[in-house]
Nanobody, 121 residues
């Protein structure tokens, strides 16, 4: 089994910063792409950013220039540094990792439990 545990959410004022972390553990042979999504009642699930194993990154237009995704492969951890936060960034943030649990198995997506980020105006 594979577990993803997020941390770092909270309440912050508009213009502030937060750093989210997501650590993967369990029966991990290798991890390919890792990413962040967010969920709101209005937009449902929205892709935020992802990072490949060789650290190539992609960002949604809504966060480009404000958020930075990074990863530590030795720790099986992905981070999301969020800056210049806006009230519309308020959401539950989820991490996702494409994990292979053994060399003959295909990669499979695993999700964290989510962490709430609230940005006050």
């Amino acid at each position: 089994q594979v577990q993803l545990v997020e941390s770092g959410g909270g309440l912050v004022q508009a213009g502030g910063s937060l750093r989210l972390s997501c650590a993967a553990s369990g029966s991990i042979y290798s991890i390919n792409d890792m990413g962040w999504y967010r969920h709101t009642p209005e937009k449902q699930r929205e892709w935020v950013a992802d990072i490949s194993n060789d650290r190539s990154t992609n960002y949604a237009d809504s966060v480009k220039g404000r958020f930075t995704i990074s990863r530590d492969n030795a720790k099986n951890t992905v981070y999301l540094q969020m800056g210049s936060l806006k009230p519309e960034d308020t959401a539950v943030y989820y991490c996702k990792a494409d994990v292979r649990t053994d060399y003959w198995r295909p990669f499979r997506g695993y999700w964290g439990q989510g962490t709430q980020v609230t940005v006050s105006s």
